[in-house]
């Protein structure tokens, strides 16, 4: 705790540039190259750190405020939607369409951050659950909008009036957006928003006693997850260049949610390792319709009943001087 | 306006299965303060037993559901005694995540079982319709009405008069006393997850010939129930059936007059205004908390 106050007067830093770091994003840089251009292993690709942007939107609001949702589906779907429309209807570009994704999935945000002012455990869980099948289900009934379960096809998907709909372009578009969401999940530990975030997380009483604003922190961590997660989805619709309500159901919240305990919460490594995991095991079980679940679910009890910090507490014990 | 009465008839028997769904939550949710997000998957599985034992092994309706009951039973029972029993001091989370990683394991377990396609589940009650008036109550709905007030009125019987209810009503006020005046609280926290489940298998049956057979045919019913227990402010039975009931007919009136596709999302709406003008419900007492 004294270690991070001090830390925390340091500038902006891109602390994530250190030297073990530096060969996983090498190794991202250069996959492309080591699956030869495999378009079926580069989409995978994609979608793994697409799913590992919306993890670590999860663990912002879980790991660092406290705050529980199972409705992450929902801002995700918000923002595919945002984006698909806005492609399909009026052709706007994507330097255009994600920052309305991740506009508006905010602002879907403050439909359960308003009251979670008020709430919290298990009621929050519920309200946010709740959250998620209700955007699924305008999803998929207000057909005007969004197609119904016929979905929504995407036309040519342009960056800054570039053609980047192909799985490789998608790919390193993603991979922009993931890293300069980990500079943002690192750094925000050592502001003053990230330790009011830390503050609720451990007693909302001793922060509101400690002058933070509770409900305004609440708030705020609701809209920034809902941010991340609806840039997400807008590159997932982007990736996939087409998009319908099944894909947004409570399986999708169930597998987020998968990431960031398998991963362990509070970790950025973590929710990145978590994506991977329930990426590798959703391809894997791809065949058998409910495998996957199955496998994920038994995981995460398993998890919970006996490694509670998930795979950062694994590797924590395998290397116990190793920061986080 | 003359269909008004039909329209809350049927939304009753709706909300019926709302209150039963909503009465399972509470159940357990007083006994360990657990709220079980595997519910709905819970009872999906007991409602495939009911399918087997009524199109494979041609068993009566009612020995169908009593195998979906006991099925649920002994789920919620081993459920219980082998997970949760060890998280009895873990955080809120912690027991929500577990939860969840059962709903999901629940959920891939039936789906891989038996797939995805939706099945079609028996007609439960061949009987004629009732007709009151105007108003027409049919077969599935006086099935709801009879099993929400057999299963509503055994539970009552069960906690007012019995040593097991009173053990129930007793660790929900102290666990610690509780224990001292002899009450067993795996024993009782075993039974009350057993309750719980059967009831959320019961709802499944019910639920079953209306959505057909599939692993996410509770998904809206459990946010049904979510709300109804919320409503009848999350800790007594009468509150749950009332808030069940409501709820029901509530849903019926938006299908029929606003918006038949989004009534969940109406629902759910209302719910979150409930939540912000009255947290606790309109039947749940304010809780102090404490430092």
């Known amino acids: 705790m004294v270690s991070s106050a001090v830390e925390s007067r340091r500038r902006f830093s ?99 951050g308003f009251p979670a002012e008020r709430l919290r455990g298990h009621y929050l869980g519920i309200v946010t659950l709740g959250f998620g099948v209700a955007v699924a289900q305008i999803a998929l009934k207000w057909s005007a909008l969004t197609n119904g379960d016929e979905g929504v096809r995407l036309e040519t998907v342009r960056l800054f009036g570039v053609d980047v709909g192909a799985p490789l372009h998608m790919y390193y578009v993603a991979l922009a957006v993931l890293v300069a969401t980990i500079a943002f999940s690192f750094n925000l530990a050592r502001t003053r928003l990230g330790r009011a975030f830390a503050a609720v997380r451990d007693s909302e009483i001793a922060a509101s006693a400690m002058g933070v604003p509770v409900a305004r922190t609440k708030m705020l961590a609701f809209a920034i997850s809902a941010a991340l997660a609806g840039v997400a989805g807008g590159l997932l619709a982007a990736l996939d260049g087409f998009i319908a309500p099944e894909d947004f159901g409570i399986t999708q919240t169930l597998l987020f949610f998968a990431m960031v305990i398998v991963g362990g919460l509070d970790s950025i490594a973590g929710a990145i390792g978590g994506a991977l995991i329930v990426e590798i095991v959703s391809q894997i079980a791809a065949a058998t319709n409910g495998l996957s679940l199955l496998i994920l679910g038994s995981t995460i009890v398993v998890v919970a009943l006996y490694f509670p910090s998930g795979l950062k507490g694994i590797f924590a014990r395998l290397a116990p001087d190793a920061e986080r | 306006m003359e269909i008004i009465p039909q329209i809350v008839v049927s939304g009753l028997a709706e909300g019926s299965l709302f209150a039963l769904a909503a009465l399972g939550i509470i159940v357990i949710f007083n006994a360990s303060q657990i709220v079980n997000f595997a519910q709905g998957a819970m009872g999906v599985a007991a409602a495939y037993v009911a399918w087997f034992s009524l199109t494979v092994l041609h068993l009566p309706f009612v020995l169908a559901l009593a195998a979906a009951i006991t099925f649920g039973f002994a789920l919620g029972v081993s459920v219980e005694t082998l997970l949760l029993r060890r998280l009895q001091d873990a955080s809120t989370m912690t027991q929500m995540v577990v939860t969840l990683g059962l709903f999901m394991a629940i959920l891939g377990a039936v789906g891989a079982l038996c797939g995805y396609n939706p099945r079609a589940f028996p007609e439960l009650w061949s009987q004629h319709s009732f007709e009151f008036g105007s108003v027409i109550l049919r077969p599935q709905d006086t099935l709801n009405f009879a099993i929400l ?132 419900g309109f039947f749940g007492r304010r809780v102090a908390q404490k430092v």
């Open chain 2, 149 to 280: 007030g057999t299963l509503a009125g055994g539970l009552t019987l069960l906690f007012r008069h019995t040593k097991l209810g009173l053990a129930m009503r007793a660790i929900t006020q102290d666990r610690f006393a509780a224990r001292l005046m002899g009450v067993s609280l795996t024993r009782t926290l075993a039974l009350a997850w057993g309750i719980g489940v059967a009831l959320a298998g019961a709802t499944a049956v019910l639920a079953a010939p209306v959505t057909t057979l599939t692993p996410g045919m509770m998904d809206s019913i459990l946010i049904y129930g979510f709300v109804a227990a919320i409503v009848g402010g999350f800790g007594t039975f009468s509150g749950a059936i009332v808030g069940g009931l409501v709820v029901g007919v509530i849903d019926n009136l938006v299908k029929t007059f606003l918006a038949p596709e989004l009534s969940l999302t109406i629902v759910f709406g209302l719910l979150l205004l409930v939540l912000y003008v009255r947290p606790n």
């Open chain 1, 14 to 112: 891109l602390g994530v540039v250190r030297p073990t770091l530096l060969a996983p994003l090498g190794i991202a840089l250069a996959l492309p190259l080591l699956v030869r251009f495999n378009a079926y292993f580069l989409g995978v690709a994609a979608e793994f750190v697409i799913f590992a942007i919306v993890a670590l939107s999860l663990d912002l609001l879980m790991g660092r405020s406290g705050q529980i949702s199972l409705g992450q589906s929902g801002f995700f779907a918000v923002g595919a939607y945002t984006t698909a429309i806005l492609n399909a209807r009026s052709h706007l570009d994507l330097a255009v369409a994600l920052p309305a994704a991740a506009a508006l999935a905010a602002l879907s945000s403050l439909i359960v």
